[in-house]
C-alpha cells in the first residue's frame, strides 16, 4: 500500500481563543440600553458570512499564507442562516441598529438574498427597521446588485484601492480586472443601493498614486469615496508604520486640487471623518484608524463566521456564542449571556498602540484575528 502524505487540518474551534459564556442565574430581558465600561452603547453588529475570497489582496490575505493548502472553515462550522437572524434578533434586543454583512467575500456565500430578507424583516425595539448594508470587493455585485436590494439591502460599500488597472490587478493578486468592478459600483447604484460608498486603503507607495484619480473619477457621481489607514490588523501582513499614509496627507493632496470644508458626523460613532467639496462635487471621508483612533466611541461588536463575538478588531480571544445556539438553550439564556459580556468590554487597541513607539503592537503575543476571518 503507498502512503498517502495528509496534510493536518486544524480543528476551526482551535483556530482562535474562545471562551463559552456563562448563562447568569438571572436572565435579565435586554433593556435595549447596554453600555460598556468606557460609556459606549452597543449599536452597530457585523456579521462575517464567510472566510473566504476570490482576490488575495496583499494587506489581507496575503496569497502565500492564504494558498491552496490554507484551511479554511468547513461548511458544518459556519452559522446558518437561521442561527445568524436569531442572533441578530437578540443583538437588536440589546441595541442594535445597523447590521454590516462582510467577510471574506460576503457575495460568495450562497443565496446570501436569503439571509438578507430574513435580516430586513427584523425591527428595533421601537419599531423602526434596521440599517442593512454590506461590504464587498465588488466583483460579483453587476450580477447580483438587483437580487440584494430586492431583498432588502439598503446600502453597498465597495472596496476599490485603484483606477489604475495594472495597480488594481496587483493589489488584488489575482488579476481581476477594475472594470468588472467600476461596472458592479454603476449597477448598484441603478439598482438604488445608494449611496455607493467606496473604500481605498492607501498603501504608501502602492497605490498612493492612485488617491487624485479616484477622486477625480467619483466627484459628481453620488458616490461617497473614503479614504482608509492601512491598518495592523491580524498577523499576516507584515505592516509597517512606513506605510501607512496619514489621513490627514490624503487631505493636503486633495486640497492641493479641490479645496474642500469638514462636515459634521451623521451620527455618534461614526469611523470616517467626512468632507465635502466647496464646489458641489459631493463627499468624501477619510478613516484614520491608525494615526486618530476612534476607540471613545466605538460601538461595533463582530460576530466571526462561525459565531464567536469579538468586542474588537484587535481583539485575540471571541466569546462562542454557536455553542449556546447549538446547545439548546433559550433566546432569553443566550441575551442573558451576552448583555454581561458587553458590560465587561474595555477593548480600546488602537488607542493604546497610538501611545506607543510607531511600529509597536500592542496586543503582545496573543494570536491576533485575521481581516478576512471577522470582516472590516
Ligand atoms: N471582501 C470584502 C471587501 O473587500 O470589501 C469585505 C471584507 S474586507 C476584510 C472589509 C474591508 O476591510 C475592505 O474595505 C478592506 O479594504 C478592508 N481591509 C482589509 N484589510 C485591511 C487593512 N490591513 N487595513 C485597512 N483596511 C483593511
Ligand atoms: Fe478579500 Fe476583502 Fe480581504 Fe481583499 S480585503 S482579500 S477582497 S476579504
Ligand atoms: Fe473599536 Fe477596537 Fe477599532 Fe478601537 S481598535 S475602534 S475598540 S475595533
New binding site residues.
Given amino acids: 500500500m503507498t502512503d498517502i502524505p495528509r496534510k493536518i487540518i486544524p480543528l476551526a474551534d482551535l483556530r482562535y481563543a474562545s471562551r463559552i459564556p456563562a448563562i447568569p442565574a438571572n436572565l435579565l430581558a435586554p433593556t435595549g440600553l447596554l453600555s460598556d465600561t468606557l460609556g459606549r452603547p452597543l449599536r452597530d453588529l457585523r456579521i462575517s458570512v464567510t472566510d473566504r475570497c476570490n482576490f488575495r489582496c496583499n494587506y489581507c490575505m496575503p496569497s502565500e499564507i492564504f494558498d491552496k493548502d490554507y484551511a479554511f472553515l468547513p461548511q458544518s462550522s459556519l452559522l446558518s442562516f437561521e442561527e445568524i437572524t436569531r442572533l441578530a434578533k437578540i443583538f437588536v434586543a440589546h441595541g442594535v441598529e445597523k447590521i454590516r454583512l462582510t467577510g471574506g467575500e460576503p457575495l460568495l456565500r450562497k443565496h446570501l438574498e436569503v439571509l438578507i430578507g430574513m435580516l430586513a424583516r427584523l425591527q428595533t425595539p421601537q419599531g423602526k427597521p434596521l440599517d442593512i448594508t454590506l461590504t464587498t470587493n465588488g466583483s460579483l455585485l453587476a450580477r447580483k446588485a438587483q437580487s440584494l436590494k430586492d431583498a432588502g439591502l439598503k446600502r453597498v460599500t465597495v472596496s476599490l484601492d485603484a483606477l489604475d488597472d495594472a495597480i488594481f490587478r496587483g493589489m488584488n493578486d489575482v488579476d481581476f480586472p477594475v472594470a468588472n468592478v467600476l461596472k458592479g459600483i454603476d449597477v448598484a447604484h441603478q439598482a438604488g443601493l445608494a449611496p455607493v460608498k467606496i473604500n481605498m486603503v492607501v498603501k504608501r507607495g502602492t497605490n498612493d498614486s492612485q488617491i487624485l484619480l479616484l477622486a477625480r473619477h467619483f466627484r459628481h457621481s453620488g458616490a461617497v469615496l473614503r479614504f482608509i489607514e492601512y491598518m495592523d490588523v491580524g498577523a499576516t501582513n507584515g505592516w509597517r508604520m512606513d506605510e501607512v499614509m496619514p489621513s490627514s496627507q490624503v487631505i493636503e493632496r486633495l486640497q492641493a486640487e479641490f479645496p474642500l470644508a469638514a462636515i459634521d458626523p451623521n451620527y455618534s460613532g461614526e469611523t470616517a471623518e467626512r468632507w465635502r467639496y466647496l464646489d458641489g462635487g459631493g463627499e468624501i471621508g477619510v478613516i484614520s ?1 491608525v494615526t486618530q ?3 471613545g466611541e ?1 460601538n ?1 461588536a463582530r460576530l466571526s463566521t462561525e459565531g464567536k463575538l469579538f468586542l ?3 481583539a485575540s480571544q471571541g466569546h462562542d456564542l454557536r455553542a449556546l445556539l447549538r446547545g439548546n438553550f433559550a433566546d432569553d439564556q443566550i441575551a442573558a449571556a451576552i448583555g454581561p459580556i458587553w458590560q465587561a468590554r474595555s ?5 493604546i498602540r497610538a501611545a506607543l513607539p510607531p511600529d509597536a503592537s500592542a496586543a503582545g503575543s496573543a494570536k491576533r484575528i485575521e481581516m478576512s476571518y471577522i470582516g472590516g
Wanted: glycine share 0%.
Fill in positions: 484608524s483612533a476612534f476607540c466605538c461595533r474588537c478588531l484587535f477593548d480600546r487597541y488602537s488607542e
